[in-house]
């Protein structure tokens, strides 16, 4: 037997009837009428006339439509980042995303340090791919000091780099399940992660922020904890993925959810600077490794991968796709390994001549890049993050609208942002 | 083969030496910038993997869209866009690196903005994604982009007064010794409207105006 419960339209409230339902939700009354300037105050904020044109409109609302704040505490925001959403409803019709709670200024930091200093200054950036975060900095630097790591230690870098790639993308997996609703996927992922971290933590010392790289070379050669527990997590990683794969991919609801959600094409996300799984999973071949090949990555074999479909669905399928290639990568990368040093002699203070330096990188999350300008000081003069997550973040705002409030979370989770990157 | 397989000692020393030279990879991009931009010879340097050009500021848009759209040249992406400060007596500059798949060197631009009235056109009409970085940098240098919709702070807090990567922002350290101090608690102005703080201030460091309470 079922019981007709009436779920009234919102464009049929009245004033009253809204106003009563802000004060249930615990949101301030609106005073602005409909199609004017309602302010601050609707999402409890101090009122403040706009500053701009669009913040005018995120913040007009036309009859039916209220304002939603999630975050910057709500779990799902991935860090700590605030979403304005208009809805109308439960129907999202527009999104303004507000950043900077976790804004460290580390840019400026390091225009403060001496150049091996910077390599530890950037690693709590984008913290599931630290060793991506070392990575750019140190090819910058040595572009700027003229010297080049030996070919053990590129060797070694391309090894650590993969295996990050790996976890970060395992934990996506996670957290995109996680996000509606799936428990399990993100306990398969966080195992698949501390296989690699401990295996990290072996050959760097440190469990999260490794602090590898140095200008010129890395820290540590290979040691024989590493490589056994290389061996070991090797035997068994493609189970434990394809284990991952089943419980999410042919998951009834996981589809439902994810197909045709948040659809990009590949021109919008040219225009947006969307980049790395995200942007190919749009169908644009574009892979810093291949398009600007660097470090050990010409040697290699390896194609770009990339998914026709352009919503969450494929970027999850970019994702599963991209750790069995690094895996692969992997495999190359050991079997080819030279002998040799790991470290160029390098002063314990660099003073590089006056230059300008640009490094690009493929870091889990896509386009990384540092820009770093030598005054001959011991200091990089600019030091500048291109950071990919900050970029692909404003895909959000352009795709939300007309979706549910509950699908806003699972199709950000898809571009898998990292606020301590956005943020810097 | 062989080569790769060897250890190259020398490489492994400090290359001091490495004349930086432009190799032949960007020498097919040089050619055709200079074909179709006669007047960017002047700017025009190399380095192993990247071409850069220097405009002054209100050219960017076209050059930027000449890039974009020239098939020969194509430099479809915006890989790039951040802002230096060169100084109080000097300039500022907005640096932009564009990707292309048809030659293998990156293409700088770097556009001179005036420091004591930074403005400069935006390029949200060409890359929507420059939005975030016209902020940004904003945000951290000042730099005020005619045209661009949701010129708002990113990072810091919409009351926040102050520039903080330009090069005479003080840290906190250094502000304790100066009188000019840099870096002071936030104080909440009156008004929220920052346009007209701007106005009465002019853009700069606004801790370090002179007679500010």
New interface residues.
């Given amino acids: 037997m079922t019981r007709d419960v009436q779920i009234p339209d919102p464009l049929d409230l009245d004033r009253d009837e809204e106003a009563r339902l802000r004060r249930v939700a615990g949101l301030a009354p609106t005073k602005a009428p409909a199609g004017e300037y309602a302010g601050f105050e609707s999402v409890g904020l ?1 009122d ?2 706009p ?5 005018r409109e995120v913040y007009t609302l036309e009859e039916g439509e209220m304002l939603v704040n999630m975050g910057p505490q709500h779990p799902s925001t991935h860090g700590v980042m605030r979403l304005v959403a208009k809805v109308r409803g439960e129907v999202v019709t527009d999104i303004d995303p507000v ?2 709670y976790l ?1 460290r ?1 580390i ?2 930091l390091c225009e ?1 340090a001496t150049y091996t200093t910077v390599l530890t200054y950037v690693d709590p950036m984008d913290y599931l791919a630290t060793m991506h975060n070392e990575h750019a900095p140190a090819i910058a630097f040595e ?1 700027l000091f ?3 790591a ?2 053990r230690a590129e060797y070694i870098r391309a090894l650590v780099v993969e295996l990050n790639r790996v976890f970060s993308h395992s934990l996506m997996m996670g957290f995109l399940a996680l996000d509606m609703g799936g428990i399990t996927p993100i306990l398969y992922g966080f195992i698949n992660r501390d296989e690699i971290v401990e295996m990290l933590s072996a050959i760097s010392g440190q469990r999260m922020l490794f602090n590898f790289f140095r200008v010129g070379g890395v820290n540590w050669d290979t040691n024989d904890e590493f490589l056994s527990r290389l061996g070991t997590w090797r035997s068994h990683v493609l189970k434990n993925v394809e284990m991952s794969e089943r419980v999410i991919t042919d998951n009834e609801i996981f589809r439902a959810r994810t197909i045709g959600m948040g659809t990009l094409s590949g021109q919008e996300a ?5 980049s790395g799984p995200n942007l190919r999973a749009s169908g644009v071949s ?1 892979d810093v490794r291949t ?2 090949p660097y470090s050990i990555y010409p ?1 290699l074999e390896f194609e770009v991968i990339t998914h026709p479909g352009g919503d969450s669905n494929a970027r999850y399928l970019q994702r599963i796709a991209e750790i069995k290639q690094s895996i692969h990568l992997i495999d190359q990368i050991v079997d080819k390994m ?4 790991v470290q ?3 002063p314990g203070i660099i003073r590089p001549k006056p ?4 490094a ?1 990188i493929e870091s889990p999350r896509g ?1 990384y ?1 540092v ?1 770093a ?1 030598s005054d001959g000081g011991p200091t990089p003069y ?1 030091f ?1 993050m ?1 950071d990919p997550s ?2 692909s ?2 895909a959000i705002p ?1 795709l939300m609208p007309g979706h549910l409030i509950a699908d806003t979370m699972a199709v950000m989770a898809s571009f898998d942002p990292v606020m301590g990157g956005v ?2 | 083969m062989g080569d790769l397989r060897r250890p190259r000692r020398a490489a492994d020393r400090l290359g001091r030496g490495r004349a930086l030279t432009a190799p032949a990879k960007a020498g097919a991009l040089v050619r055709l910038l200079l074909d179709r931009f006669p007047d960017l010879a002047a700017g025009l340097w190399t380095d192993e993997d990247t071409v850069e050009v220097t405009i002054e500021g209100d050219r960017n848009v076209m050059l930027l869209k000449a890039l974009r759209d020239d098939s020969g040249l194509n430099f479809f992406y915006l890989a790039d866009a951040a802002a230096v400060d060169y100084g109080p007596t000097e300039h500022f500059e907005v640096v932009y690196h564009l990707y292309s798949d048809r030659h293998p060197a990156w293409l700088r631009v770097r556009a001179k903005v005036n420091r004591a009235d930074p403005h400069i056109p935006t390029i949200t009409g060409l890359w929507e994604g420059a939005m975030f970085h016209e902020r940004e940098m904003y945000d951290m240098m000042g730099i005020v982009f005619d045209g661009n919709r949701d010129l708002r702070r990113i990072f810091m807090s919409p009351d926040y007064r102050s520039f903080p990567q330009r090069k005479d922002f003080l840290l906190p350290d250094d502000a304790a010794d100066s009188s000019a101090a840099g870096v002071r608690p936030l104080e909440r102005p009156e008004t929220w409207d920052l346009t007209r703080l701007t106005d009465e201030l002019g853009p700069g460091v606004i801790a370090h105006a002179e007679g500010e309470s």
């Fill in positions: 101090p403040r006339p500053q701009t044109e669009r913040e950043l900077g804004h200024g840019e400026k403060e572009k003229g010297i080049r030996p070919r040219i225009a947006l600077g969307v574009f398009a600007r040697e030279p002998h040799g040093p160029a002699q390098v230059g300008r330096a640009y690009a386009l890049s820009y300008i600019r500048r291109r900050f970029v973040l404003q352009k943020d810097k």
